[in-house]
């Protein structure tokens, strides 16, 4: 059986701490997943998630808690979340090998 899981890169994981302490809740995780919708057919989500569900997949990254549903997980195997730093604007951005079309906005996909 092949384990699924993401990656998130040392920049994002900075920038997902840092979020987490601004929030006051730094022992908090991180929840990425994935959503019906968007111009593509699917959206990405990035949330605070207080305490994991029982059925989550929880991943450590340099001591950041990142959980993932498993219907999400599907869609987001082997993505890595990214921060990006661009002259006009800066963010969380999903690398995902999954994606065969994209929109413009960078927000859906689809499979």
Do not use: W
């Not at 730094?26 to 057919?41: D, F, I, K, M, Y």
């Not at 890595?80 to 960078?106: A, I, R």
Request: hydrophobic share 40%; charged share 25%.
């Amino acid at each position: 059986m092949v384990e699924l899981a993401v990656k998130v890169s040392p920049r994002a994981v900075s920038k997902a701490k840092e979020a987490l302490v601004k929030r006051g809740t730094p022992s908090a995780a991180l929840r990425l997943g994935v959503r019906g919708g968007g111009c593509s057919g699917f959206s990405y989500v990035i949330e605070f998630a207080d305490k994991p569900s029982t059925r989550d997949h929880v991943f450590d990254f340099d001591g950041l808690c990142v959980v993932v549903d498993p219907k999400s997980l599907v869609f987001l195997n082997g993505t890595t979340l990214d921060y990006e730093v661009q002259l006009m604007k800066h963010g969380f951005k999903f690398v995902n090998p999954n994606e065969s079309t994209g929109c413009g906005c960078g927000d859906s996909f689809g499979v």
